[in-house]
């Protein structure tokens, strides 16, 4: 790799004239390095350009061959990113690029597009990132490659209730005691009005309780302060104040956390209860549908062909409660267990939070994360891990 | 396995410009490699993780990051910008203002004219003694400095802001900054509320400045002057006897004539799945996921130790980075602004039996010592509001000795001897050293061993 490409106007990222003195140079350069402390790319490049601009010898060099290679009347020199008109082509794969930074030339482009690695899909959080550095930006994943977005199992187990605040920061409540407090804490707040053991959370069978537990400040459940050492039922959505710290309370979905009936959870080689499979059919109404009539995107069927379900654009719920759309009356499919969202050309499945898992092609559903439903595909609902 | 790197900056990936001076001996062009010998890097850093094999339901787990200041001389040192604040209240007069004045001219022998030196005094109002200008005319300084007179009162706030204003005048990329604040007593003129004073520190830090405290004698408030070193990055000295007031000051010199990066910081990005619930003696900025913990200055051959507790959430089995490292400091020998990256990658599982039951042997004497420090604060708390009794207090103390004996802090488990000597005899000795020694276990600096 040569010290420097002539193509690149080094002074446009350093934001002075071509005839900047060095001092110049220097203050910018340690001005933007620290505005970009979090951009590894646009530091790695200031830091090239300030060190080809700050040795003379390089500088001239420079400055000749930018001259042969991009002849241009310097007064355009570009200050801040000029308005990106669109990303340089997208790969298929690719929607809603970041912003690319800003880039003089497409050979500069083509340069920065081999140095990102390639864009996939993390099949964890199911977001676009670089494969550049192994791992999944948003997650952590650890990407294998660039091709391999591999299917992963999921988890099976009950969502645990949780705290959260305006900032999005999550505090899991795990079964039993939670402490909330300054110091040593399940729930570590450090808001210093906040008591050093401020509260108590009891979380158990799928309750979730809180006690004050002395705190200075008091705690306030929807406004509501709360009387030290009496504990109070929460549900979903209550809104607790701690000093001056607001939290949301979350509780999971309706599903495994006080079944009325537990539904057994299964050992690892279980039999098949049940398989459905969704096919693609024509349209029923052939001819003009009437308004009100719409028109069917596929049927949910089962194995035995005992159940034929159409499926129009809409939800549908899936589980052994007679309230469902679906019911599927099987001691190890869950009360409310998954649904199916249905769209005028595909089909999605989303696991609610079931106890044995939602299986799409042999491979388990992350809960709570919907899924596209290919047509002919085996679903399983009703079986262990 | 990733987390415990030891960071090749030259290694796969190109795109991460570090080398200072291999580019410039290329020929322009010429194609050359990137890389002619690996440069003498000021600062390496180390990620270890409590453990690598983590529960998938969700769990909570230590990263410590190590970072070393190289041990190779350099040579050229950064030119100081040093101003000396010091106290000449009345209770200084005789022996501990003489010292100091001597002490002083000791500073003034070891700097050079590329040095910027200012020295101001106080009691009851500020008197600028030396103004901040180039150390050229020695005697000169030293003549001024033989002048100064002994007043009333403490006015140690105003002294601060003086000081800070006087090295802000002149402060650049150039020089390293430090106020050295020396004391013997209580504030008791001017603004003499702890938290405005601290304050004022927080405030100084923000804009770059370092203050280094020295206590004097049994009067001075060692828990105001402790968090004043912690809210700035500094040093906290405590020096007993007036005899010992120059060593000091020529022991803080050494350390800034020896700082191989400055203004260090460590930013960690994390991924969803991990929440920081504790950041160990330091005040992090947290940003758009971003953390930000600032450190000392680092000299040479020195260790600081960074410990931080996450909270993992439950994710589905896999191998993940739970957090992205960046060390960014300025090298003072090339003047410029380095990063080095790491990876903290731990596996998750959710077979409860790969897990290990302990936890990385290092990491684990980080949290212990951390819980040293905590408990020596309470000590001294406890002493000094006799809520323990003496023997309580030996107690404790013998065996915190034992553990950093243990542990190899030899440094501090010596302090701690010096405290149980005094124990009985002179608790004001006991609280201003465990003080200093409570801090620096804090701090995490330590010397290569």
Known sequence: ?385 | MDATQRIDPFGAQPTQQISPTADRTQQVGAGAPTVMGAPVRALQMECILGREVGNAYGGREHLLVEITGTSTGIGRRLPLNLCLVIDRSGSMEGEPIDYVKRACGYVVDLLDQNDILSIITFSDSVDVVMPARRVVNKTLIKEHIQRIEIGNTTNLYDGMLVGCQQVAAVMSEQVLTRVLVFTDGEPTSGIKDFASIVQLAAEQKARGITITVLGFGPEFNEELLASIARRSGGNYYYIQRPELIPEVFRRELELLMTVVAKNVRLLLTLPRFTQIRQVYGAQPNLQNRVVEIPQVDIERGAVVTQLVEMELQMRPPGRYRVAKVALVYDETITGRVERIEADAVMEFTQDVSRIPQSINPRVQREIEIQQLSRNLERTVLGLKTQQLSAAEVRQELERTMAMLTRQGRLQEAQEVQQALAALGSDTTVVEKTLMGTAYSLEVGKSKQP
């Open chain 1, 1 to 385: 790799m040569s010290t420097f490409d002539p193509h690149e106007d080094l002074y446009a990222l350093l934001e002075v004239p071509p005839d900047a003195s060095d001092d110049l140079i220097r203050e910018q350069y340690r001005k933007l390095v620290q505005q970009y402390l979090w951009d590894r790319e646009k530091f790695a490049r200031l830091n090239r350009a300030f060190e080809v601009l700050s040795n003379p010898d390089l500088r001239a060099e420079y400055d000749k061959q930018a001259a042969i290679a991009r002849p241009r009347p310097d007064a355009s020199a570009l200050a801040s990113a000029p308005p990106v008109t669109s990303p340089p082509e997208a790969a298929p794969t690719v929607i809603g690029t970041p912003a690319q930074d800003l880039l003089a030339t497409q050979q500069i482009a083509d340069v920065q597009r081999t140095q990102m690695g390639v864009r996939v899909t993390c099949p964890v959080c199911k977001t676009e990132t670089s494969t550049i550095d192994g791992y999944c930006e948003e997650c952590g994943f650890a990407l294998e490659g660039a091709e391999a977005v591999q299917e992963i199992p999921s988890l099976e187990m009950p969502e645990l209730p949780a705290l959260v605040d305006a900032l999005g920061n999550v505090y899991t409540l795990r079964p039993g005691v939670n402490t909330v407090g300054r110091l040593n804490a399940d729930v570590l707040l450090s808001d210093p009005s906040v008591s050093r053991s401020h509260a108590r959370i009891i979380v158990q069978n799928g309750s979730v309780t809180i006690e004050d537990v002395g705190s200075t400040n008091g705690t306030f459940v929807n406004g509501q302060r709360l009387t030290p050492q009496v504990p109070v039922p929460l549900s979903d959505g209550a809104e607790i104040t701690f000093g001056g710290t607001k939290l949301t309370l979350r509780m999971p979905g309706a599903v495994s956390v006080a079944p009325p009936s537990p539904e057994p959870v299964l050992a690892a080689s279980a039999p098949v209860t049940q398989t459905l499979t969704v096919t693609a059919e024509e349209e029923v109404t052939a001819g003009a549908p009437a308004e009100e009539e719409e028109e069917v995107v596929a049927y949910w069927c089962s194995d035995d062909g005992t159940m034929r379900v159409p499926l129009s654009p809409g939800m549908y719920t899936i589980g052994r409660r007679p309230s469902n759309h679906i019911v599927i009356p099987d001691p190890y499919v869950s009360g409310n267990h998954a649904i199916l969202l249905v769209e005028p050309d595909l089909v999605n499945i989303e696991d609610v939070g079931s106890t044995n898992g939602t299986f799409v092609d042999d491979t388990k559903l992350i809960p709570h994360v919907a899924a596209p439903l290919p047509f002919g595909v085996k679903v399983q609902i009703g079986q262990g891990t």
